[in-house]
């Protein structure tokens, strides 16, 4: 997870998330097997592209890039909607993502879960980096309860899964090769993988 900043509520949606909010509990009182859907006051594409551009084309939890190309991009209810429904529509509950993470983390929720655009996130705060094998663990370097959150965010979102740990160092090897009088961090996936290693 790279850090970030979170922009703005656009203007549209912070005129219309609680209607919307409204909206949809109203539907499932009426009928409980009414499936979220995200109505036309949403601007569903509108909002996708403001979160992508948001996080330069990233994902929020895995940090890959080229979403759209290598995956599908997804809005991330980071609280989920039917544990919150609430903040199904609330901007500062939304994040860019790739199906990936969306498929691995589903509707669980933990409140140890960590989130990148937090005032108090740092990624060396919870997080060390093998580059032999690509992996992300907990710091040794931090107390127990910020490696609980590191293990809990890296389960939730299969941030370990076999095919993660090769793509980093995939990207690894495309980032030794870059031009660096052109490139620049943010075109390569897994900046947090990236911004510290030393050629």
Sequence with gaps: MYKFIRS?????????????????????ENNPK??????????????LDILFTMYVGHCAFCDGGGIGEQSRKTIEH?????????????????????DQCQSQK????????????????????YFMLDY????????AAVDSNH?????VTIEHYGLNLP??????????????RRDKDVSQLDDFSYRYF???YTD
């Design 163 to 176: 095919e993660r740990k090769r793509g980093r160092l995939r990207e690894l090897q495309h980032y030794q």
């Design 34 to 47: 009414h499936k979220f859907d995200w109505y036309a006051g949403f601007k569903y594409g509108t909002t």
């Design 147 to 151: 490696q609980r959150r590191a293990q």
């Design 78 to 98: 980071f609280k989920p909607k039917s544990l919150f429904p609430d903040l199904a529509y609330k901007w500062e509950n939304l994040y860019p993502c790739c």
């Design 132 to 139: 032999r094998t690509g992996a992300i663990e907990p710091s």
């Design 194 to 196: 990236l911004q510290d």
């Design 8 to 28: 703005e509520c656009p203007e549209y949606l912070a005129l219309c998330w609680e209607s919307l909010t409204a909206q949809h509990r109203q539907a499932k």
């Design 106 to 125: 589903r509707e669980r929720f933990d409140p140890d879960l960590l989130i990148a655009d937090d005032i108090a996130y740092q990624f060396d705060g």
